[in-house]
């Protein structure tokens, strides 16, 4: 049975499939982001046992940010390579859902197609080691 943060990314991503397909670019770019969001707070509460308490004392701000700096430091210690990978990746894709969010510029198919297939590939690459 899926974990709720599991599921909620799971369903991000249909979203994010289904909005793509009624040009709804910046709501897809969104929701792949949300997807993969959502799917490291899954590994970060579901299967590492961390809370928000601990995303808190990490020394960043905001939630993102918290929660991207609490799995780098476990990644790290998986794979350096991927590691390197990931931080530069979900950096770069959360600016793309800045972008789609908050900025009055209209996206096109490929930078929605885009984000799906980023999101796919930073949980794709987490799914190796938890």
Not at 20 to 37: G, P, W
Not at 55 to 72: D, F, I, N, V, W
Not at 92 to 112: H, M, P, S, T, W
Request: hydrophobic fraction near 35%.
């Amino acid at each position: 049975m899926p974990t709720p943060l599991l599921e909620k990314s799971k369903q991000s991503m249909m979203a994010a499939e289904m909005l793509i397909k009624e040009h709804n670019f910046s709501s897809t770019v969104s929701r792949a982001y949300y997807s993969c969001f959502q799917y490291i707070l899954h590994i970060l509460f579901e299967k590492l046992g961390y809370n928000h308490d601990d995303l808190k004392a990490q020394p960043r701000t905001g939630t993102h940010s918290q929660a991207q700096y609490l799995l780098e430091s476990t990644l790290y210690q998986k794979n350096r390579k991927d590691y390197k990978w990931f931080q530069e990746k979900l950096p770069a894709f959360k600016q793309d859902r800045v972008i789609a969010d908050y900025y009055g510029e209209a996206l096109n198919r490929d930078f929605a197609h885009d984000a799906i297939n980023k999101a796919n590939a930073i949980i794709n690459t987490l799914k190796q080691y938890y």
